[in-house]
């Protein structure tokens, strides 16, 4: 078990610098200019990872160093950490976050009663949890340097696509998370059909003026990314695809496309994702 002192959001830049450094020479030969790196919540870049997560909601939300260890300290010991590496300058670029369980102890989960009125129980009945692998999709954070042009979309594609491949690889079945304005319009862009946690609406939460809690069937994930990527491209009929159908005349459409066939696809992506040799977040191999 994580103890207080093992868990960090405030690393200074030399010791970020040290620990990126220790895994890229641990794995060497990486030709692409960022990687994403897998790992356990003990791992040293774990607390890469958190002090990307602090860096990103501080600036976003005042989330500040005292705000994420409150948070999330109940989940450390179930987290499991993405961490975005820029391979030339040997810096983290963004991170992701999960966290495991099967329905009440996931942050989602526990939070989302207060702010939608509906008991926690009800919601997992709501959306079929009874029991099977669920992940809290908890944070995906890109540093501001890295957001904007070719760098946003390979460091976003790459915490989404390594999403998709670590699930699958962990055989997960429920996704919850909460989203700002801004995630929320990133995930629905890319085709993910994201169910309002117990039809509730948005809500503020943790500095964000409008939130959403919303509930994802993994199993889907993947094939509803790639088929959203293939109708902006006109590789299928938009048919009832709303979301394709607003995205057609926009001047981004080729870039979101892109992101779909990436992270749907693995395409150019999975040569770059490093799965450590982390255990699921309940202990067992993965």
């Known amino acids: 078990m994580l103890t207080a002192t093992d868990v960090r959001y405030d690393l200074d830049d030399a010791d970020v610098r040290r620990r990126v450094a220790e895994f890229l020479a641990a794995h060497p030969g990486q030709t692409s200019r960022f ?21 990103t909601f501080e600036e976003a939300f005042g989330n500040d160093t005292a705000v994420m260890l409150a948070e999330y300290r109940p989940y450390e010991d179930r987290s499991l950490f993405f961490v975005i590496i820029d391979c030339a300058d040997g ?4 991170a992701g976050r999960i966290v495991e369980g099967t329905g009440i102890g996931l942050k ?3 939070d989302a009663p207060a702010h939608i009125g509906v008991p926690a129980e009800a919601i997992l009945a709501a959306h079929g949890m009874t029991g099977e692998k669920a992940w809290d999709y908890t944070t995906v954070a890109v540093l501001p340097q890295y957001r904007g042009g070719q760098s946003q ?19 997960v079945r429920h996704v919850v998370t909460m989203l700002d304005r801004r995630a929320y319009r990133n995930m629905a862009m890319l085709g993910i059909n994201l169910q309002p946690l117990a039809g509730s609406g948005p809500f503020p939460y943790l500095g964000s003026a409008e939130n959403r809690a919303v509930y994802c069937d993994f199993p889907g994930l993947t ?3 790639a088929a959203r ?3 902006l491209l006109g590789q299928r009929p938009i048919g009832d695809d709303a979301g394709a159908l607003a995205l057609l005349d926009q001047p981004t459409r080729l ?10 696809t693995g395409k150019g992506l999975d040569e770059h994702i490093i799965l ?3 255990s699921a977040p309940g202990g067992a191999p993965a």
């Open 276 to 278: 450590t040799d982390w």
């Open 153 to 171: 979309l390979m460091v976003s594609s790459l915490i989404h696509r390594t999403f998709l491949v670590a699930g699958a690889r962990a055989g």
């Open 255 to 264: 870039i979101s496309a892109m992101a779909c066939e990436q992270v749907g």
């Open 108 to 110: 989602t989960v526990d």
């Open 229 to 231: 990527g293939e109708r």
């Open 35 to 55: 990687i994403s790196a897998v790992v356990g919540n003990d791992h040293p870049l774990a607390n890469v990872g958190r002090t990307v997560e602090r860096l």
């Open 223 to 225: 094939a509803d990314i």
């Open 91 to 94: 810096v983290p670029a963004g």
